[in-house]
């Protein structure tokens, strides 16, 4: 009976897309609220500082 026009087709996959992409940045702003408001920016300087120590550590263990 209904028959879909390309252009519909073609106007929702956009509207998917914008709304995908709106609530990443939602996400992505409660990540940055979060890091710089309570206590995660020191839970993520942490973080780099045991990742980058370990990297390094793994690095001069392994140099001969």
Wanted: glycine share 10%.
């Amino acid at each position: 009976m209904f028959h879909h026009s390309p252009e519909r087709s073609r106007g929702q996959a956009t509207t998917e897309y914008a709304l995908i992409l709106l609530v990443a940045a939602i996400i992505a702003l409660l990540v940055i609220a979060w890091a710089t408001a309570g206590g995660g920016a020191g839970k993520i300087g942490s973080l780099f500082d045991t990742v980058f120590n370990d990297i390094f550590d793994r690095a001069s263990n392994s140099t001969p």
